[in-house]
């Protein structure tokens, strides 16, 4: 397909990168052309790699082979199944950064374990996002010669093979009436679990949209690396209720949160990027990075268009006289605009500059641009220099959606300063401002936000998290944080330290147009590089 770049397209040459010279016009490259040798910053980096060992040996002291870290009683504990999350999340991560005496214990442990089996029931969508990415990124990097690879070829081999074994076990979740997947699973019944919605007194059987829409890039790329097609065919047949969407949604290419596995039919019509719908707004432009050829993947394209055009007009707003701040607002189940957000959708302004770059439109990466400035700004205005949860602001007729917030000063105080007010204080080891801004600098050469990813390490990296191993806060806004949450998540070694630590390399360290990231900050090698692999 011939795409014709208009004359405004043109002017903003500074910003489109340019098109790789020998092959069509819809292959362009995202990343800036970053000199060789130039932007790298070894101290750095250096920090973040000393943070990753850190919380490690934090880890494996008190919580391996447990799921996850409970920082403040010295423990761990089964969130997520059993099968050692944080080792699978932070494997990757630890092969990026060289750590071969950890990765290689990762390897060992994860051989061992029998992804078939578990003493808890489980949930599709973390299995997914980080499980079979965590293992199938894994496998791609060490496969690539670009990091150290001194391991048993068996323990390599088995990441693949224990991708594809987890994810058999769990296919019973597509035996739906419609082939959406059901959200959760007792695999050593092979029961399969539905989640319902009550919907105006009705209970439905429903899924959300993320848990729907989510499989599909790690689903392309186990195929592609198995000859397996059952998987791809499987996340196909679930994606096209989503790009097919019945009844349409309020705003175009906005779908809502949940939908009914029985019918396909979306059950709310809540738009936004924010959690419930999040993940499968970024597969739409992401499954086409990965496979620029694939019929389906340029359909997940268009609509991926759709809803970026969608958001600039309906939901990409500025509070009440801040035209220098933009917030993606989400709406109510039922469409209307509710002026807040929450810290998921920070992940917009990284996938909207990552498909304007890809698509040459230097609309949608104005408004990256301006999303991410928008979230970083949250880091700005914080005591902590962290983001809150939640936030709100006033529209343009100074009126909040919750009436309770119009007559408040202290709400109307905090809006005044900061051009918006905190809903939910608390920081959860969130990446998703961190990601978009990792996006910002990659894709436009500034190194503006790289200052930004350090001012945030140093924000996370203080004595509270030195003295105690890392843990979760309850307000960002309080000296120290409030109070310590007792909790490290998998996705601060997988996404956290992996953001923040790719800002501070070569930019060819996992560079944008030969890896494309799943949610979970776990990077696929593209099928079809558009200037081939280096
Ligand atoms: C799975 O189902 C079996 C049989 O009903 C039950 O004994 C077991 O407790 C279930 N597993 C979980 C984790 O609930
Ligand atoms: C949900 O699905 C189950 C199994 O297919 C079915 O028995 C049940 O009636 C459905 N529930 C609703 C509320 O439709
Ligand atoms: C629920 O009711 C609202 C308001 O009447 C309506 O707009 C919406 O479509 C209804 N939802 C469903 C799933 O029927
Ligand atoms: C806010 O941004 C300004 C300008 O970039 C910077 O000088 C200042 O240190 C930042 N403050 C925080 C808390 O990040
Ligand atoms: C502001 O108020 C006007 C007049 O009531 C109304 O037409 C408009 O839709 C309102 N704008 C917003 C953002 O609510
Ligand atoms: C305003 O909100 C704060 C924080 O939620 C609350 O403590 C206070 O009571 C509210 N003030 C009024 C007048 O409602």
């Known amino acids: 397909m011939v795409v014709r770049v208009s004359h405004a397209l043109l002017a903003l040459a500074a910003l489109v990168p340019a098109v790789a010279a020998h092959s069509s016009q819809t292959c362009r490259i995202v990343q800036h052309d970053f000199p060789a040798g130039t932007n790298k910053n070894d101290p750095r980096a250096e920090a973040v790699k000393q943070a990753y060992v850190r919380e490690w040996n934090q880890y494996y002291k008190y919580a391996f082979p447990r799921d996850d870290l409970l920082p403040l009683t010295h423990s761990g504990t089964n969130d997520l199944f059993g099968w050692g999350a944080t080792v699978v999340d932070g494997l990757d991560t630890a092969i990026v950064m060289g750590l071969t005496d950890i990765v290689e214990e990762q390897l060992k442990h994860i051989y061992s374990v029998d992804f078939t089996k578990s003493a808890y029931i489980v949930d599709f969508f973390d299995i997914n996002i980080r499980y079979i990415g965590g293992l199938l990124s894994s496998y791609d990097l060490l496969k690539s010669g670009k990091f150290p690879n001194p391991y048993d070829e068996h323990l390599v081999e088995a990441l693949l093979s224990q991708a594809k074994s987890l994810a058999t076990a769990i296919s019973p979740v597509f035996d739906t009436v419609t082939g959406l997947p059901a959200s959760q699973m ?12 009550t919907i105006n007194g009705t209970q439905y059987n429903s899924t959300n949209t993320a848990q729907a829409g989510t499989m599909i890039l790690e689903y392309y790329r186990l195929s592609d690396l198995t000859g397996d097609e059952s998987f791809r065919e499987h996340a196909k047949k679930a994606e096209n209720f989503l790009i097919n969407p019945s009844p349409p949604p309020i705003y175009p ?8 596995t029985d019918t396909g039919k979306f059950i709310t019509f809540d738009a936004g990027w924010e959690a419930g719908v999040d993940s499968f707004i970024e597969y739409l432009i992401k499954t086409y990075q990965y496979d620029h050829s694939d019929e389906y993947a340029q359909q997940m394209r268009d609509f991926w268009v759709v809803t970026a055009e969608s958001t600039i007009k309906n939901i990409a707003l500025n509070p009440y006289h801040r035209p220098d701040l933009t917030f993606l607002s989400q709406s109510d189940t039922n469409g ?17 500059l990552l498909g304007g770059a890809r698509l040459g439109r230097s609309d949608i990466l104005d408004l990256g641009v301006k ?13 902590t220099g962290l983001n809150p949860s939640t936030w709100a602001w006033y529209n ?3 009126t909040a959606y919750d009436s309770q917030y119009n007559d408040n000063a202290t709400y109307r105080a ?28 990659r894709i436009t050469g500034d190194t503006r936000w790289q200052d930004y990813n350090w001012k945030i390490f ?30 490290v998540a998998s996705f601060y070694f997988a996404e956290v330290l992996k953001y923040l630590y790719l800002s501070f390399t070569e930019t060819d360290v996992i560079s944008l147009d030969e890896f494309v990231f799943n949610t979970e900050c776990h990077p696929l090698r593209i099928k079809e590089p558009c200037g081939g692999f280096t």
């Open 414 to 441: 905090e809006a005044a300063k900061n051009g918006y007010f905190i809903e939910d204080p608390s920081y959860r080891d969130y990446p998703e401002p961190i990601e978009s801004i990792f996006y910002a600098y």
């Open 253 to 260: 290419g906005l779908v809502g949160t949940e939908v009914n």
């Open 186 to 197: 007792n695999l050593t019944t092979g029961e399969v679990i539905q989640s319902t919605s």
């Open 371 to 383: 999303a991410t400035d928008g979230c970083h700004w949250l880091f700005n205005t914080t005591l």
């Open 458 to 487: 140093q924000a996370l990296d203080t004595e509270r998290s030195k003295s105690v191993p890392y843990a979760e806060i309850s307000n960002v806004d309080e000296p120290g944080g409030g109070e310590l949450i007792n909790y």
């Open 396 to 398: 343009a007729n100074d």
């Open 336 to 352: 209307n605009l509710m002026w807040s957000m929450d810290d998921y959708a920070c992940f917009a302004g990284g996938n909207l």
